[in-house]
């Protein structure tokens, strides 16, 4: 099956700076790319996402670039708040619809 | 956008017994939903394909006489804990593809389960 990893496990960033996380994955089928942010004990929340035909893609404070060569996709969050603070998950959708998660990154904005 | 429900949100059970978590998708129709396992700070782990009409398909590792998957209908899949032991303490996360051309995945709540 995928495997995806994520890194860096945990991130510190003081309010106003950016902050990125990357993923790799492992199955060159694999089509769609999804980031969630996750707060404690409850579900994840889809942030952004890129599709396997686009280098890159943004959304405000936060774009995805997508390296499909290289098997590898990152999460870009410029101005950070603290309210950004959370673990983000990265993930990656099998041909079969499956979807397997990095590692998660508990990202910490310090005001 | 889509909405996926579970229950119960918690439960609490005794060791040797079985659990049973309901998913649901309130408003669409899933052929497919997803089981996931998350214990403390760790990442999603994907158990199993729940496929309506179909026997479940698991991933590796993943034990199906334990872990028992139901999908009889387009709105409701379910995961049987059977003989819980407190290692299967943990939080269940279900998801469900929305149909169409953008396939995108919803989850539900969570339960958080704790066997004692």
């Known amino acids: 099956g995928e495997n995806v990893e994520q890194h860096p496990s945990t991130l510190s960033v003081q309010e106003g700076d950016s902050a990125v996380i990357k993923c790799t994955y492992s199955d060159s089928a694999s089509n769609y790319f999804p980031w969630y942010k996750q707060e404690l004990g409850k579900r994840p929340q889809l942030i952004i996402d890129?599709?396997?035909?686009?280098g890159e893609k943004k959304d405000q404070r936060i774009a995805v670039t997508l390296n499909k060569t290289a098997k590898h996709f990152s999460l870009h969050i410029t101005e950070t708040q603290p309210e950004d603070s959370a673990v983000y998950f990265c993930a990656a959708r099998s041909p079969g619809n499956q979807f397997y998660f990095g590692t998660g990154t508990s990202l910490t904005v310090i005001p | 956008g889509a909405v996926v429900s579970q229950h119960p949100s918690w439960v609490i059970c005794k060791s040797g017994t079985s659990v049973k978590i309901e998913c649901r998708s309130l408003d669409f129709q899933a052929t497919t939903m997803f089981w996931y396992r998350q214990f403390p700070k760790q990442s999603l782990m994907l158990m199993a394909t729940s496929n309506e009409g179909s026997k479940a398909t698991y991933e590796q590792g993943v034990e199906k006489d334990k872990f028992l998957i139901n999908h009889a209908s387009l709105t409701l899949s379910t995961l049987t804990v059977t003989s819980a032991h407190p290692e299967d303490s943990s939080f269940y996360i279900c998801s469900a593809n929305y149909p169409g051309t953008l396939v995108e995945q919803y989850f539900g709540p969570g339960t958080r389960l704790t066997v004692t």
């Open positions: 890129i599709r396997s035909n686009v």
